[in-house]
T-cell receptor, first 111, second 112 residues
Framework: QKEVEQDPGPLSVPEGAIVSLNCTYSNSAFQYFMWYRQYSRKGPELLMYTYSSGNKEDGRFTAQVDKSSKYISLFIRDSQPSDSATYLCAMNQGGSEKLVFGKGTKLTVNP | DTAVSQTPKYLVTQMGNDKSIKCEQNLGHDTMYWYKQDSKKFLKIMFSYNNKELIINETVPNRFSPKSPDKAHLNLHINSLELGDSAVYFC???????????FGPGTRLLVL
């Protein structure tokens, strides 16, 4: 079993839809959970960063972590065509210099 | 102002050649990383340097050799290139928190 599993999609939604992106993981030592956004032919950029369990909201984006289920989610409200990108989840144990990434989910928001 | 820059952006070369990729960051960060992103978009850490000291060396063929002349630069030299080395190589940097990394634009390497 891979440490981090992420459905690669692709996921296609109409503008204005609520998008749900998810990752599962197997390493219970992970404490830090990130979502990176990668536009086509660009480097990843950090979108959201959460420590341990709970929710974090930033504008139209909400990150959720459920450590008991080893499951994290990113919700995008009122999705826009500019949200079209690949979304990568990433995790870290804390005290480690290593991020473990999911394979990314490609999202297209259609106008 | 570009935060993390890489040169070249594209690299097309023949099998067996030796090539280098350069990375520079102007963010004042103390840690730099090299990642490989394969054709399936899977991003995997290769190396990490903190203040010019190697701290992560994943299972990477020893044909790959990173070099950090100073905190702001991390270069990657690849000897005897193979077809399987074709990928996008990303440099990243962070300061104090590995969770918040800033990535460069990537170097697209194609080995023929």
């Amino acid at each position: 079993q891979k440490e981090v599993e992420q459905d690669p999609g692709p996921l296609s939604v109409p503008e204005g839809a609520i998008v749900s992106l998810n990752c599962t993981y197997s390493n219970s030592a992970f404490q830090y959970f990130m979502w990176y956004r990668q536009y086509s032919r660009k480097g990843p950029e950090l979108l959201m960063y959460t420590y341990s369990s709970g929710n974090k909201e930033d504008g139209r984006f909400t990150a959720q972590v459920d450590k008991s289920s080893k499951y994290i989610s990113l919700f995008i409200r009122d999705s826009q065509p500019s949200d079209s990108a690949t979304y990568l989840c990433a995790m870290n144990q804390g005290g480690s210099e290593k991020l473990v990434f999911g394979k990314g989910t490609k999202l297209t928001v259609n106008p | 102002d570009t935060a993390v820059s890489q040169t070249p952006k594209y690299l097309v070369t023949q099998m067996g050649n030796d090539k280098s990729i350069k990375c520079e960051q102007n963010l004042g960060h103390d840690t730099m990383y090299w990642y490989k992103q394969d054709s399936k978009k899977f991003l995997k850490i290769m190396f990490s340097y903190n203040n010019k000291e190697l701290i992560i060396n994943e299972t990477v063929p020893n044909r790959f050799s990173p070099k950090s002349p100073d905190k702001a630069h991390l270069n990657l030299h690849i000897n005897s290139l193979e077809l399987g080395d074709s990928a996008v190589y990303f440099c990243a940097s962070s300061h104090g928190r590995v969770e918040t990394q800033y990535f460069g634009p990537g170097t697209r390497l194609l080995v023929l």
